[in-house]
């Protein structure tokens, strides 16, 4: 079982690789392009919003699960999970915000604020990538759980019967 989560958390952590590569690429390569639309801007906002949603989902999963295996790692961790959790959230408003300042910032210099709207769009990305990792921790916890709860019910049942 740790090999498939070590497994898990190597693929997201690739995956958070691979888009801030692009993030680089997309700033490096930014100057050379003329102008993008300003539809960047909403666009940026809107997966924003929805690594927001996403996060929430997901922490409330975290905080409001019944399962013995959730529960316990709330327990034991607790203070990991909240910053994890801080860090996430904070991230993501401010990858709401940078649009914004995009928008003013695009008047006086279309490749800062084009940057910025791109750089907004990868941080929620991320975040949104941290929160599904978080919650594919949940699920395995709450699966560890019920074959623990399984195992317990079995011996108690063989115990029974001697």
């Keep these: ?28 390569w930014l100057p050379s392009v003329a102008l993008i639309d300003t539809n960047l801007y909403p666009i940026a906002v809107t997966v924003a919003a929805a690594s927001l949603t996403i996060s929430i989902f997901v922490c409330t999963m975290n905080y409001t699960g019944d399962s013995e295996g959730i529960k316990m790692l709330v327990r034991e961790h607790g203070t990991v999970f909240r910053g994890r959790w801080a860090h996430i959230f904070i991230s993501t408003l401010i990858a709401l915000g940078l649009p914004i300042v995009a928008m003013v910032i695009d008047e006086f210099c279309s490749t800062a604020g084009n940057a910025l709207g791109l750089f907004s769009i990868v941080l929620s990305l991320l975040q949104a990538s941290r929160a599904i990792r978080l919650l594919l921790l949940l699920v395995e916890a709450k699966d560890t759980a019920d074959e623990i709860q399984q195992i317990r019910q079995h011996m108690q049942d063989v115990s029974s019967k001697l």
């Design 1 to 28: 079982m740790d090999r498939t989560k070590d497994r898990i958390i190597f693929y997201w952590k690739a995956i958070d690789l691979v888009l801030a590569a692009i993030t680089v690429a997309a700033i490096i």
